[in-house]
């Protein structure tokens, strides 16, 4: 990895430019203020964690960043311009692929056509391409080292980390720059999370940009490169995980630590 | 990483074709329809005629044509209670055209297909714009259109209607009748559709987990307005192949009799009304099923309450195996 600095502010400087971006993002469902400010701002090459408490508006932020809930306030920003995204399929357009905290699939679908859905392949012009979307699957699966029974199985015969891993690989498979993932490990057993570990690192190896949120800090710790603390709605802090410790994100998450030190941080 | 299957080898082994073919709505539509029949002819060998049977086809295609449409809607998670009067708004549009204004058949076929499929748009937008649940507004446009086939027609049968039209509902090829060779072709078209094409697959991606569908980025508000469209073309095309085959246009054809027959064929036949599952050849069987009751009871003399009763006896049957099949599928959790 590329050598960072950071200001003395804790911003962390980066040479490349951000993938994505999110400025100042408020988001209300009524009465219900889900985010009042949130910033954040993404690298290729980098996996970048989001962690903080139940209900600190992490998997909204997330489903802003997938189009499927509109900010606001404030600008969501893809490689610098601006956009406004009005339904998943338009962030697919903008080259983000997504993994939701309830999975997203359907149950009476089997293996494959829950991995082909929003990209159904065809043959000429209406025919559902059905041995192609086999095939597909069949391979994303052995590439990633995942054995699932058939990828005839419907997904309702699976148990909660099956589903969950066919739903990193349908995201893995789409092959999109820019990869978002709620809590994909939530499921897993300690072998399972290791491996959805090494898929991280080597979505990283090929430069994608990855956001992950967890509530597993030993995970964080293990694979980030950034780490953005949200708490009530607020994007508090993002940390270089070089620069920071556990106790200091969990203080963040909990609200004892009230924001990052500045002269600590600028000690890279 | 292996992900090992629960329970283990079972889910590979023959013992689940077995289940699954128990399972499968038709295997145990056709032998309901296999008792009836025979059972019917003990009492009246005529049961077996040629011509009866061809009736019983014959009845069985117009709750088939509407069914296909209503099929791949409830499929895709929706629900019409409209088809009923859509049929005979159907019926009536052509009808009225070829007797009253001139106009020659192909005209008044594709006219009243084409009020069929705007009927099925007036629905999808009053469920997706005014967020009423489908059920209440179908059965809300129910009445408007019935109202409105009244107005129409001022209560009064439409007659007479081209001697070229009626021949469209009445003749036959080879012993064929021309009405069952439609019901083939829509069933095949509809079949196709499910099962073959990418639209397919969205429908029952839309009906099974509508939340998923639309996380992954599927139209589903253009799949549910296409799907409404599709329901009333089918219940306006049955409605036009009936008035052929009785050679007027009915106000009294059609109503809340028909919507009930049809929401019934399509759920004996297997499909969910929670959506995602079900096939177009289990409500044919579902639709040949309900025509066989109507005809055996009938040609065996027996009481009409009984057809009722037989009818509620199999819907609640078959919507029960249905919640056995979801169970097996999907570890339904009560
Ligand atoms: N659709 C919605 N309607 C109303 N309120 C919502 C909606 N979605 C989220 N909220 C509220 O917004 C806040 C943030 O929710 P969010 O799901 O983003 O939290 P989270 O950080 O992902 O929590 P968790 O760790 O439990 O997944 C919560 O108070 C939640 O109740
Ligand atoms: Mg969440």
């Known amino acids: 990895m590329s050598a960072r600095s950071e200001k003395a502010d804790g911003v962390p400087e980066q040479s490349g430019a951000p993938a994505l971006a999110l400025r100042r993002i408020g988001k209300a469902f009524g009465q219900v203020k889900a985010l009042a400010r949130v910033d954040l701002a993404a690298y290729p090459g980098e996996i970048h964690f989001i962690v903080g408490d139940n209900g600190a508006g992490k998997s909204t932020t997330l489903k802003i960043l997938s189009g499927i809930y509109q900010a606001d306030e404030g600008e969501v920003l893809i490689h610098q311009q601006p956009v406004h995204m009005r339904d998943a399929s338009e962030a697919h357009r903008h080259g983000i692929a997504v993994v939701h905290q309830d999975l997203a699939l359907v149950e009476c679908l089997d293996v494959a056509t829950n991995m082909a859905l929003g990209a159904i392949p065809r043959r000429g012009r209406f025919m559902l391409d059905r041995a192609r979307m086999e095939r597909d699957a069949a391979e994303v699966l052995a590439n990633l080292k995942i054995r699932v029974g058939s990828v005839r199985t419907q997904i309702g015969l699976l148990s909660g980390g099956e589903r969950q891993i066919v739903a990193i690989a349908r995201a893995v498979r789409m092959n999109l720059p820019i990869i978002l993932l709620d809590e994909p490990t939530a499921a897993l057993g300690v072998r399972e999370t290791a491996h959805v570990g090494d898929i991280l690192d080597e979505l990283r190896r090929q430069g994608k940009t990855v956001i992950c949120i967890s509530h597993d800090l030993e995970f964080v710790f293990a694979h980030a490169d950034r780490i953005t603390v949200m708490r009530l709605g607020n994007s508090v802090a993002t940390l270089m995980r070089r620069n920071t410790t556990r106790d200091e994100v969990v203080g963040m998450i909990t609200g004892t630590i009230e924001a990052l030190d500045p002269e600590r941080a600028g000690a890279a | ?334």
């Open chain 2, 1 to 334: 990483m292996s992900i090992k299957t629960e329970n283990g080898a079972s889910r590979q082994a023959p013992r689940r074709l077995n289940a699954e073919a128990f399972l499968r709505p038709e295997t145990t539509l056709i032998a309901v329809i296999l008792a009836i029949g025979i059972a019917t002819a003990f009492r009246n060998p005529n049961f077996l005629n040629v011509g009866n049977l061809t009736d019983i086809a014959r009845a069985a295609v117009i709750y088939f044509v509407m069914a296909c449409g209503a099929s791949l809607l409830m499929i895709g998670g929706g629900l019409d209670f409209s088809v009923g009067s859509v049929f005979t708004l159907g019926g009536i549009t052509a009808a009225w055209l070829m007797a009253h204004a001139g106009l020659s058949w192909p005209f008044a076929i594709a006219v009243g297909l084409l009020v069929g499929t705007l009927a099925g748009y007036a629905n999808s937008q009053v469920i997706a714009r005014l967020h009423v649940p489908p059920i209440i507004a179908t059965l809300g446009t129910f009445f408007i259109f019935t109202g409105l086939c009244v107005q129409i027609t001022g209560g009064q049968d439409i007659v007479p209607l081209p001697k070229d039209f009626q021949r469209l509902g009445q003749g036959s090829v080879l012993g064929v009748p021309f009405v069952v060779i439609y019901a083939v072709v829509i069933g095949f078209i509809a079949w196709f559709v499910l099962e073959h094409t990418p639209f397919g697959v969205e429908v029952r991606a839309v009906g099974g987990n509508r939340k998923a569908a639309v996380a992954n980025g599927l139209k589903v508000k253009r799949i549910e307005t296409v799907l409404y469209m599709l329901g009333g073309f089918t219940a306006s095309l049955a409605g036009i192949i009936y008035a052929a085959r009785v050679g007027s246009g009915q106000v009294s054809a059609g109503g809340s009799g028909v919507t009930l027959s049809v929401v019934t064929a399509v759920l004996i036949g297997g499909i969910s009304l929670l959506g995602g599952l079900g096939s177009i050849t289990g409500v044919a069987v579902g639709a040949i099923l309900l025509s066989t009751i109507d005809n055996a009871l009938i040609v065996a003399a027996v009481p009409p309450q009984y057809n009722t009763i037989v009818v509620g006896v199999i819907l609640i049957a078959a919507v029960a195996i249905d919640h056995v099949r979801r169970e097996r599928l999907y570890r339904v959790r009560r």
